[in-house]
């Protein structure tokens, strides 16, 4: 685009999209933020915190405002489709929270009409801009690990922030809304490598009692890809409500014919205990005495900035529509294909059988 005074919309005014929405206020090349919400006192409190220039309950109404260049969808996850058709029909670019959509169908939508109108739309999975993953990356393009045959991961958080996620959307399950994280990584590392085979197992025993019948605790899988590597990947959302986390805890260990690497993303080394009490950062009224610090997904708020991944992702997406810079953000294929092994994993774990890619 090669614009240097932007405009920004950003439709949905919850968590993220208020974060998202207080640090393009401050990136030099935006001079225009217009938000909407559903819920318009929401839109309005959110409005009135950034000093936005235009707010609306009608999403159509600021995505197709004239000031406005570019839009970010912030939007629970069921409702990311409409937004995004809306804004490619204005020939706008997208900034689209993970994942692309609930289901390949919507997903492919999306991917069509982005393809035929010739607009971008990128899929925000922020994780890939934590500075180790960046740093893995380059140590895979350079041919040091040699071939990737096999990668083990698993991300784990406690049951009080997977219920909050469910609350918000009752079919983000963790494998769709935390797991897609690191099979987009996987996906990330092994390039355009095509997985072809899935076998997952899943137990659930809080989460039924809390109402989710179909909300696994834990889940495991397999992932095989068509050069033979095999990746296993699990995710556990059901630690003790007080467990010491803002986050998941995660470990990544890639496997390849001549190196290999370990990441270490549990953040046990950055512990605070304090008898004042810890508010978690995304749990209303969730205190703890006790956490690992660094370990919030996004990022953290610090002597009056926003440190993280999500700041150096949004960052990166203003950079890129106001000068056509690099991006490395997640395509939207790239975005169906972590969608498509994510159902995969959920279908397997339900009926206990291979589910083989494509999904038929």
């Known amino acids: 685009m090669k614009k240097q005074n932007l ?3 950003v439709v949905g005014s919850g968590r993220i999209g208020s974060l998202r929405s207080k640090l393009i206020r401050n990136h030099p090349s935006v001079d225009f933020i217009a938000v909407s919400d559903l819920n318009l006192s929401q839109a309005k409190k959110l409005g009135n915190t950034i000093n936005a220039d235009f707010v609306s309950d009608n999403n159509m109404e600021i995505i197709s405002h004239p000031e406005v ?3 970010i969808v912030s939007t629970s996850e069921h409702q990311h489709l409409e937004p995004v058709l809306q804004s490619i029909s204005k020939k706008k670019p997208v900034l689209l929270e993970k994942p692309i959509a609930l289901t390949l169908a919507d997903a492919d939508e999306i991917i069509q009409n982005s393809e035929n109108q010739n607009v971008e739309v990128l899929v925000g999975y922020a994780q890939r801009f934590k500075r180790r993953y960046f740093v893995a990356k380059e140590q895979i393009q350079k041919g040091r690990l040699g071939q990737i045959i096999g990668a083990n991961g698993r991300a784990c958080n406690n049951r009080s922030q997977g219920l909050e996620i469910l609350k918000r959307s009752p079919e983000a399950t963790p494998v769709i809304d935390v797991l897609t994280y690191w099979v987009d990584m996987i996906c990330w590392f092994m390039s355009d490598q ?7 197992r899943g137990n659930s025993v809080v989460y039924k009692e809390a109402g989710h019948e179909s909300v696994d605790d834990i889940t495991w899988a397999i992932i095989t890809f068509e050069d033979g590597a095999i990746v296993n990947l699990g995710i556990c959302y059901a630690l003790p409500s007080k467990y010491p986390s803002q986050g ?3 470990r990544i260990e890639i496997f390849g014919t001549d190196g290999a690497l370990m990441l270490d993303g549990d953040q046990k080394e950055e512990l605070i205990h304090t008898e004042k009490g810890i508010p978690h950062l ?14 919030t997904a996004p990022g953290d708020w610090a002597l009056g900035e926003f440190w993280g991944p999500l700041n150096d992702e949004t960052r990166a997406w203003v950079d ?3 000068t056509d810079s690099p991006c490395h953000i997640a395509t ?3 975005a169906r294909k972590t969608l498509e092994i994510t159902l995969a994993i959920q279908e397997s774990s339900r009926t206990g059988k291979t589910v083989s890619i494509p999904i038929s």
Not at 194 to 200: D, K, L, N
Not at 283 to 294: A, E, G, K, M
């Open 7 to 9: 405009g920004i919309a």
């Open 69 to 71: 260049d570019a839009v």
């Open 194 to 200: 095509r997985p072809v085979e899935v076998v997952a």
């Open 248 to 250: 998941s805890g995660v």
């Open 282 to 295: 995304y749990i209303p009224d969730h205190n703890v005495n006790t956490t690992f610090l660094s370990t």
């Open 320 to 322: 890129h529509i106001a």
């Open 332 to 334: 939207t294929r790239e």
